[in-house]
């Protein structure tokens, strides 16, 4: 999330009741998850084995829960709590908004879009030209919606991500991440019914120009899925996946988070995508493999009675 205009960090110091360390003078212009920072980042480490990643990364200014050399260039707000101090940051330039009606009046919708009836439409949405949004569809805070989009019934567009820190101190042990991210979704993408799309921690899930999605889909927080791709009914994809383009994900696939699938990849129906895996092939089973070397190994797990049988013999 970019801010509206720059925080200076010893606001920021005195906001969250840290510590500076290194250049006082910083101005943040936006707060985002490690993978995410770019320059004038806000980021938050709170694991000693990612201090070096996050310390090496973009971000401008860390929120870190120990003392530790300050790289150059850079500013360290020293709080025991960082992950605390991250959302109360969040809370403060990307608060709850109620709705008092069914479509904001700050919402930007273009020409030759038709709203259906039930239609729940959030604060600072803006959606394109000669689009069509059915019955009962919301669409959260902040989403953007390209040209030429068809979003089908029940479906829900920006729900906050799945992403909690555990706390085994406390009765109740979760705390929530919050959300201050978007989903966009480009030109000419079809959406079916009942499907769920959340929106970034901090960053944007993007549903490419062109994608097709069949009914009852879920894509995680910061999923990047590419252009012209098509997802058959329940498929799932979990948090900050990338799917590139032209990728054909066949009925119930399940994606793990933090993966990549290559350029125009396959994957066979009931798969299980738990790594990364290249584009250009055609995959399937549970971790997959390429599908011809997999439906070799069934055939050959089909022949196991009967090789048995002539070893008893």
């Given at each position: 999330m970019k801010f509206e205009q720059g925080v200076p960090v010893q606001w920021l110091a005195e906001f969250t009741g840290a510590t500076l360390k290194g250049d006082k003078e910083q101005i943040a212009t936006g707060i985002n998850e490690i993978h995410k920072v770019t320059k004038g980042d806000i980021?938050?480490?709170d694991f000693e084995k990612y201090y070096n990643a996050c310390l090496n990364s973009a971000a401008t200014i860390i929120i870190i829960n120990k003392e530790v050399d300050c790289p150059e260039g850079k500013t360290l707000l020293i709080h025991n709590d960082p992950f605390s101090a991250y959302v109360k940051i969040v809370k403060h330039f990307r608060p709850f908004e109620p709705l008092n009606k069914n479509i904001s009046d700050s919402a930007q919708i273009g020409e030759g879009t038709v709203i259906q009836p039930g239609v729940v439409i959030g604060n600072h949405v803006k959606i394109g030209k000669n689009c069509l949004i059915h019955p009962n569809v919301v669409i959260y805070d902040h989403s953007i919606i390209g040209d030429n989009v068809?979003?089908?019934?029940g479906t829900i567009i920006g729900a906050d991500a799945f992403?909690?820190?555990?706390?085994k101190e406390r009765a109740a042990q979760y705390d929530k991440l919050e959300s201050c991210g978007r989903v966009i979704i480009e030109d000419n993408v079809e959406i079916g019914a009942c499907c769920t799309i959340d929106k970034g921690v901090s960053g944007d899930t993007i549903i490419g120009m062109g994608t097709k999605f069949d009914n009852?889909?879920?894509i995680g927080h910061g999923a990047v899925i590419g252009k012209n791709c098509l997802f058959a009914a329940q498929v799932g994809v979990g948090g900050k996946a990338i799917i590139e383009d032209e990728v054909i994900l066949w009925g119930q696939v399940g994606v793990s988070k933090d993966l990549r699938i290559g350029k125009g990849a396959i994957v066979y129906a009931q798969s299980g995508v738990a790594s990364s895996i290249e584009g250009g092939k055609v995959y399937f089973g549970s971790p997959v493999e390429e599908a011809k070397t997999k439906m070799k190994e069934l055939n050959w797990v089909k022949r196991i009675p009967e090789l048995w049988e002539k070893v008893m013999k």
């Amino acid at each position: 999330m970019k801010f509206e205009q720059g925080v200076p960090v010893q606001w920021l110091a005195e906001f969250t009741g840290a510590t500076l360390k290194g250049d006082k003078e910083q101005i943040a212009t936006g707060i985002n998850e490690i993978h995410k920072v770019t320059k004038g980042d806000i980021s938050f480490v709170d694991f000693e084995k990612y201090y070096n990643a996050c310390l090496n990364s973009a971000a401008t200014i860390i929120i870190i829960n120990k003392e530790v050399d300050c790289p150059e260039g850079k500013t360290l707000l020293i709080h025991n709590d960082p992950f605390s101090a991250y959302v109360k940051i969040v809370k403060h330039f990307r608060p709850f908004e109620p709705l008092n009606k069914n479509i904001s009046d700050s919402a930007q919708i273009g020409e030759g879009t038709v709203i259906q009836p039930g239609v729940v439409i959030g604060n600072h949405v803006k959606i394109g030209k000669n689009c069509l949004i059915h019955p009962n569809v919301v669409i959260y805070d902040h989403s953007i919606i390209g040209d030429n989009v068809i979003i089908h019934a029940g479906t829900i567009i920006g729900a906050d991500a799945f992403y909690f820190k555990r706390r085994k101190e406390r009765a109740a042990q979760y705390d929530k991440l919050e959300s201050c991210g978007r989903v966009i979704i480009e030109d000419n993408v079809e959406i079916g019914a009942c499907c769920t799309i959340d929106k970034g921690v901090s960053g944007d899930t993007i549903i490419g120009m062109g994608t097709k999605f069949d009914n009852h889909i879920h894509i995680g927080h910061g999923a990047v899925i590419g252009k012209n791709c098509l997802f058959a009914a329940q498929v799932g994809v979990g948090g900050k996946a990338i799917i590139e383009d032209e990728v054909i994900l066949w009925g119930q696939v399940g994606v793990s988070k933090d993966l990549r699938i290559g350029k125009g990849a396959i994957v066979y129906a009931q798969s299980g995508v738990a790594s990364s895996i290249e584009g250009g092939k055609v995959y399937f089973g549970s971790p997959v493999e390429e599908a011809k070397t997999k439906m070799k190994e069934l055939n050959w797990v089909k022949r196991i009675p009967e090789l048995w049988e002539k070893v008893m013999k």
